[in-house]
Structure formats: C-alpha cells, structure tokens
C-alpha cells in the first residue's frame, strides 16, 4: 500500500514558524491533506492542496508541494501555543481510502 | 449542526466479551470508515464501507466486524478474538470522490 512518511516530533518557540514535511509515494493521488488532531480528539481538517498546484496559502497555513520529490510540506507563520497538536499527512487512493502519516507531535515553548 | 457522533466515549471490555461502538452521521455522507490510532502510530484502516449495505476489509481487519444498514449508520464490533483492543478508534465519513473525511472524536477502548 502507499506509504506516507512524517518526523515524530517539532519543537518551536512561540511566534516562530513551524515547518512539518511529508513524504508520500503515489503520485497519482488527486488531493493532499492536513489533519490536526488535539489530545484526546478526532482529526480537524486543516487544509489540502490539488496535485496541480504547487502552493496553497491560507491565513497563518502555507502548504508547498514538490510533486516530483513526492514530498509536502505545512508551513505555520508565528505559531501559537494553541498550535501545540499532532500534525498528519495524507494521500488518497482507490474508493477515496486515506493513507495517513504517522503524525508530527508539534511542541510550542512560550 | 452536522457532524459524526460517536459513542460512548470510553469502553471497558472484560476478556471473552464482545463489545460494539457507535458512529452515527447526519453529513449525508455515502462513505464510512472505521480506524484504530495506537499511541506515537498513525491511523490504521480497519473497514470502510462506500455504500449503505455494502462493506470492504481494510488493512487490519481480523477481530473485528462491522454493518452497513442505514446511510447515517457504521458501527463497529470488537470480537473476543481481536486479542489486543486497546486502542483509540476513530470513525470518519466523506462525500464525493476525493471529498476530505471527517471525524469524529473517537473512542478509547480498554481492557478489564
């Protein structure tokens, strides 16, 4: 099956930016999607971006994708301790199945 | 408001026991998908069900089953044979092809 790769863990200083990367292996997958997931919670749709483009940018959220490396990338602008989550990545396959990294666990120091 | 509700929030399960959770939709979603989270894991497909009715294994599927008989419905049973249940299970719905899925908040699941 697709195999989607995440770093387990990011520790930033809060108002720096937060830069999360992904690695994914199928290249037809049509959509690419950021999940956050709070302790204890379900996955929150944070943003996606369209195989066809190469950046997204969505308030404080800068998606980048380099579709020929595979690889993505979520870019937080002056980051909040709010923002402390888990951070997944995901492809999409046959019959709309997710394949989902591992998950960043993304630590904000005050 | 629409969303996916899933219940109860946390579950015990005696040895030998069967135990089922919920998930219910109002999105008016055709998919459902069910997904076991174990801790610094990802989330792992356990079935998937693309019409009511209608059910595929996913990627961990032995020990547990699942029904489709309403749209709005997908629950899922743990059976006495899954010998390692405890985990966080999350219950996801979508829309169209290449629609995102949502959540729900999950269920934690633990043994007696």
């Known amino acids: 099956g697709e195999d989607v790769e995440q770093s387990l863990f990011l520790s930033v200083r809060e108002g720096d930016s937060s830069v999360i990367n992904c690695t994914y292996t199928?290249?037809?997958?049509?959509?690419l999607y950021w999940y956050k997931q709070e302790p204890g919670a379900g996955l929150q749709l944070l943003t996606y971006?369209?195989?066809?483009?190469d950046m997204k940018q969505d308030q404080r959220l800068t998606v980048l994708l380099n579709k020929k490396d595979k690889h993505l990338s979520l870019r937080i602008a002056d980051t909040q301790t709010g923002d402390s989550a888990i951070y997944f990545c995901?492809?999409?396959?046959?019959?709309?199945?997710?394949?989902f990294g591992s998950g960043t666990k993304l630590n904000v120091k005050p | 408001d629409g969303g996916i509700t899933q219940s109860p929030k946390y579950l015990f399960r005696k040895e030998g026991q069967n135990v089922t959770l919920s998930c219910e939709q109002n999105?008016?979603?055709?998919?459902m998908y069910w997904y076991r989270q174990d801790p610094g894991q990802g989330l792992r497909l356990i079935y998937y069900?693309?019409?009511?009715?209608?059910?595929q294994k996913g990627d961990i599927a032995e020990g547990y089953s699942v029904s489709r008989e309403k749209k709005e419905s997908f629950p899922l049973t743990v059976t006495s044979a899954q010998k390692n249940p405890t985990a966080f299970y999350l219950c996801?719905?979508?829309?169209?092809?290449?629609?995102?899925?949502?959540f729900g908040d999950g269920t934690r699941l633990s043994i007696l």
């Open positions: 996801a719905s979508s829309g169209q092809v290449n629609q995102p899925q949502h």
């Open positions: 199928d290249s037809s997958s049509t959509y």
């Open positions: 971006i369209f195989s066809n483009m």
């Open positions: 995901a492809e999409v396959g046959n019959f709309n199945k997710f394949y």
């Open positions: 999105l008016n979603h055709d998919a």
């Open positions: 069900s693309q019409i009511v009715n209608d059910f």
